[in-house]
């Protein structure tokens, strides 16, 4: 998130491979972008997979904490993903030409649960997470 609010997406996988593959990606994105904070989903059995992954790290050496996304509302899933549409009317929301996926997302996300919908879900729980710099 830029100090004017812009959002930019700078990495997206899904991923459905094995627990290790899981990790391997996460590992990678924290290797490359050095987050400040870290964020797991909090439903179903996402609390096992946050357990993993902060033990398969401290194996490794690396101290990492990640936070349980958890709406600060009661909004549904669709109406968590309507709350980014004004930042996308205002072009405040840029990903890489390449994301075709979280594109593909973008141009048919319906406002109804169920569809696919997963990477704008988890972009929606960012900005909740997110805080604007402040400017030099």
Not at 34 to 42: L, N
Not at 74 to 82: D, L, T, V, Y
Not at 116 to 130: I, P, S
Request: glycine letters at 6%; aromatic letters at 14%.
């Amino acid at each position: 998130v830029s100090p004017a609010g812009d959002i930019y997406v700078l990495y997206t996988k899904k991923s459905q491979g094995t627990d290790q593959e899981f990790f391997e990606e996460v590992e990678k994105a924290y290797k490359a972008f050095k987050p400040t904070r870290c964020g797991i989903e909090q439903v179903f059995q996402q609390h096992r997979l946050k357990s993993w992954l902060v033990e398969q790290f401290a194996k490794k050496g690396v101290p990492i904490y990640f936070e349980r996304f958890k709406s600060s509302t009661k909004k549904s899933k669709p109406e968590r993903i309507q709350s980014l549409q004004p930042r996308f009317e205002l072009r405040k929301v840029f990903f890489k030409q390449y994301m075709t996926e979280l594109e593909q997302e973008t141009l048919e996300f319906e406002g109804e649960d169920g569809g696919d919908d997963d990477l704008l879900d988890c972009l929606a729980y960012l900005w909740e997470m997110a805080y604007i710099p402040n400017t030099p």
